[in-house]
């Protein structure tokens, strides 16, 4: 369990949550209350330096409005996808955003003239449900964004893991089937080429010639007995055990919390997908699956918690001669 530490209410961050087709922002008080939202467009498509500027201004109009409420902001919180280095700072590589080696939190430091904490978008989302959500209570539960792609948080003792090189929880790259479909990462079969919710729309695209097709329409056809629609479905379900059943043998997780599109299936995913991690474990206690409580809001609530985490730690005590 990890130690949860009371935070003045009045110490207001900004923070951003930065995706390949949405920035989602807010004003946040120290209880993680959320003061003011907001949600721009990233427009990635127009290049590295121009999504950065984007952030900038994003970042100065949180800024005015917690100034227009009489307590500015103490500290910004910002989270991006990919893989980072959380002690430098850096977006290592980002593909939705066409990042290398960008140094976000030093652009949007000199920028604010305040302090900045920089991390993953899944590790902060993973974060603001240990405290927030669905994992309130739990020290060790993996947090499970099932949407365009599939990712994890892996956390542990209350933290989220970010392993040796920043890229700790790339869940959706486990290979479930070896002979399977190409990846964008190069591989062949990895989970998100079937359990995804892209994938489960394409693949359905594929077997019926259907376009404009969603991962949704593809449940709902399912349940009403559609043959291809019932395949897809539970082909993608079966991966995702199968990629859980690793993870859940490596690191024995209390909880694993779904999140993003697909999850909000409800019954239609868990029970099915509950019965087949169930077939798999043998020695292994079987996790609870539960549903994520904080929806898309999880990633901007995390980056204002690693804020409101910087601003503790700044204003803790040193320890002196005793």
Request: proline fraction near 5%; hydrophobic fraction near 40%.
């Amino acid at each position: 369990m990890s130690e949860h530490i009371a935070r003045p209410v009045d110490r207001l961050v900004i923070a951003l949550d930065v995706g390949g087709t949405q920035i989602k922002g807010g004003v946040f008080a120290g209880d993680g209350t959320t003061l003011h939202s907001e949600r721009w467009p990233t427009r990635a498509e127009r290049g590295p330096n121009a999504v950065i500027d984007t952030i900038l201004t994003c970042a100065d109009e949180l800024a005015a409005v917690a100034k227009r409420s009489g307590r500015p902001a103490e500290a910004s919180g910002i989270v991006v996808p990919g893989i980072v280095d959380e002690t430098s700072g850096t977006a290592v590589y980002s593909a939705n955003l066409g990042w290398q080696e960008v140094p976000v939190r030093q652009r949007l430091a000199k920028h604010l003239g305040l302090p900045v904490a920089f991390g993953h978008d899944v590790r902060a989302g993973g974060l603001a449900e240990a405290r927030l959500g669905a994992g309130r209570g739990c020290g060790d539960f993996l947090f499970v964004p099932l949407g365009t792609g599939i990712a994890a948080a892996v956390m542990a003792g209350g933290r989220a893991l970010s392993g040796a090189h920043g890229s700790a929880g790339e869940l959706g790259h486990l290979v479930v089937r070896p002979a399977g479909e190409p990846c964008s990462c190069g591989n062949h079969g990895c989970l998100e080429t079937l359990a995804s919710a892209s994938a489960i729309a394409r693949r359905y695209t594929q077997a019926t010639g259907e376009r404009e097709v969603t991962a949704k329409d593809v449940q709902r056809r399912a349940e009403a007995g559609e043959a291809d629609a019932a395949r897809i479905w539970g082909e993608g379900i079966e991966a995702l055990a199968d990629g859980l059943t690793a993870t859940v043998t490596l690191l024995d997780p209390e909880r694993i919390v779904l999140g993003g599109g697909l999850a909000k299936a409800g019954e239609p995913l868990f029970a099915p997908l509950r019965t087949a991690l169930a077939r798999r474990l043998t020695f292994q206690r079987a996790p609870q699956l539960l549903p994520a409580e904080l929806g898309h809001e999880a990633g901007c609530l995390g980056a204002a918690l690693l804020a409101q985490d910087l601003l503790h730690s700044r204003s803790r005590p040193r320890g002196g001669a005793g």
